[in-house]
């Protein structure tokens, strides 16, 4: 790749994207930062808290990291920039609205704008961990993650953030400073960049696809309108299909049923600096996928010769960061020692060592008493023994013999014994009593003539055929008992004829935890498709007869 390469991508959930093949085979976050070969990584939607950050996702050797985690709601949103080394930023700071650092680097006016301009209070727009912003000295960087589309109830916190970023990268460019935006921007700018606009444009009323507040201002920060070049289209501008984000949930993955929301947008000032951008649809771990853009190794900076892009990169001084990972105190290698929290301090060697030999007399003097002791209670208890006569000890071990001898002759009896008439106690006792006044030669006698009418009988009353019945009886209520508890098998879709997949209802509201059946194809649009070989449209909750595959509910 390019002398230098700064990617975004919406990773949702940091701690989970190693699950991911090929990454869950090495468990490796370098492995997967190298394979990005980018040595600015901006990330989005990390869902991690301070808490959770361990030190193979903080301290990755060959890069430093930022990271802005949410305040109000831990395990939501959160971004982060890994930077490779040696790169470094001059400043950093956290949040878009500047409340959340001791200063707002060169932008005196911005408080009156949000005391003025916003409906939203600047610390509530800023406690969700969206935006790390840093100086490279040659260009500002944003990386940033907008707030989605959800509905009435967030339209104005969204846009209020709109405003403020809007505002932010207008104060620079009239300070003749440079910007570059990266990030989940969570707004589609052409049809071009939807898989059905017409789609979209139905489901929320609209006449004119960029009439949703955030496309809107998203083209007024585009060019012509605006001051911004979107990089990636620049170099595919007629590209169809580039898009940057799928329902995973619906499986449009595969079909390339998406929407483009991931953006690296840079001022016309530097547009010369690029040789290349595009996407990585194939890094997986996400519902999205990477974006990246290539510099040229060498560029013209401030009207002067050709430099090389990373010298142009470098600040003479650098400020330390609260955000920069190796500055927490977990990852500083600041921490004490598990020894030092345990007492005040060293004990003297000589006090320790008089009071080592004065525990080792008192142990050895204790020692000596305690045998003594005990060797005085066992010749105690030798003489009384001594003094015993011998016929009462034979006594006592006759009467324990006898009793540990008894509890074998009792037996216990058989579960079976409790069932059926012929095995009562009063039988039993009666047949051991005439067993015990036979001679030994007549009990003989007896049991063999027992055996044998027992086997004749035997003979005589079973009946194969009524045993085969009650056998296959017994193997059909099995049959039937099993089948009750044996999940049914998916009902077939209607257009295809083939097993549907069971998905449940996650969305909050009367149905949330049911289950339903739909088409298991990947989601995508048969009305462009010739051989309907997407999802088709069919439904069916779980539980509901199917009516021999006539749709029931849609």
């Known amino acids: 790749y390019g002398a230098m390469r700064i990617l975004t991508w919406n990773i949702n959930g940091l701690a989970t994207t190693l699950h991911y093949h090929p990454w869950s085979e090495t468990k490796s976050y370098k492995i997967l930062f190298d394979t990005l070969e980018a040595d600015i990584i901006c990330l ?59 200063k707002i680097h060169d932008d005196p006016e911005f408080d009156s ?45 969204k846009m209020d953030y709109h405003r403020c970023v809007r505002r932010r990268m207008d104060d620079y460019l009239k300070q003749g400073r440079q910007v570059i935006l990266v990030g989940d921007i969570n707004a589609v700018h052409e049809e071009l960049d939807h898989c059905d606009p017409k789609k979209s444009m139905k489901e929320h009323e609209l006449l004119n696809f960029k009439d949703l507040p955030q496309r809107t201002w998203l083209d007024q ?63 997986l771990g996400s519902d999205h996928c990477p974006v990246y853009v290539d510099f040229h190794d060498q560029i013209h900076y401030k009207e002067g010769s050709l430099i090389p892009i990373k010298d142009v990169l470098k600040s003479d001084s650098i400020e330390q960061s609260v955000l920069f990972t190796r500055n927490y105190e977990e990852f500083s290698d600041k921490q004490k020692k598990l020894s030092s929290w345990f007492g005040k301090g060293s004990i003297p060697l000589a006090s320790t060592s008089s009071s080592t030999q004065s525990k080792s007399t008192s142990n050895t003097t204790a020692t000596i008493t305690t045998a003594s002791t005990i060797r005085q209670q066992q010749q105690k208890q030798q003489k009384s023994v001594d003094n015993i006569p011998a016929n009462s000890l034979s006594k006592k071990r006759k009467s324990t013999s006898m009793t540990q001898n008894a509890s074998p002759n009792k037996g216990q009896r ?68 099993n089948s009750l508890f044996t999940p049914r098998s998916a009902p077939l879709c209607r257009l295809h004829q083939e097993p549907s997949k069971l998905m449940t209802v996650t969305k909050k509201g009367p149905n949330q935890g049911r289950q339903f059946y739909v088409c298991s194809r990947p989601f995508g649009s048969n009305d462009i498709s010739t051989t309907n070989e997407y999802q088709c449209d069919f439904f069916q909750w779980k539980h509901e007869s199917n009516n021999n595959g006539k749709l029931l509910f849609k």
């Open 44 to 102: 989005q939607e990390i869902k991690c808290q301070r808490s959770k950050l361990t030190s193979d996702m903080a301290v990755v050797p060959g890069y430093d990291a930022y990271f802005s985690f949410s305040k109000i709601k831990l395990g939501y949103s959160g971004v982060a920039i890994y930077v490779k080394q040696p790169l470094q930023p001059r400043w950093t700071e956290e949040g878009i609205t500047g409340v959340l650092n001791s």
């Open 113 to 157: 704008f949000l005391k003025s301009s916003l409906s939203t209070d600047p610390l509530a727009l800023d406690a969700e961990g969206r935006c790390i912003i840093m100086d490279f000295n040659a260009f500002i960087l944003f990386n940033i993650y907008f707030p989605n589309d959800s509905g009435e109830t967030r339209i104005d916190f």
């Open 221 to 283: 920060l585009i060019v012509p309108k605006g001051p911004l070049v979107d990089i990636c289209r620049k170099y595919h501008p007629g590209r169809k299909g580039m898009f940057t984000c799928w329902n995973t949930r619906m499986n449009s993955r595969p079909s390339n049923y998406g929407t483009r929301i991931d953006y690296i947008l840079a001022s016309t000032g530097i547009e010369e600096w690029f040789k290349n951008a595009d996407i990585r649809p194939d890094i």
């Open 414 to 481: 058989l579960l079976k014994s409790f069932f059926g008439a012929d095995n009562s106690a009063s039988e039993i006792n009666s047949k051991r009593k005439e067993k015990l006044t036979l001679s030994p030669t007549e009990s003989v006698e007896s049991s063999m003539t027992t055996t044998t009418t027992n086997s004749t009988e035997k003979d005589e009353d079973i009946d194969i055929d009524s045993l085969m019945n009650e056998a296959k009886g017994r193997q059909d209520t099995k049959q039937s008992w």
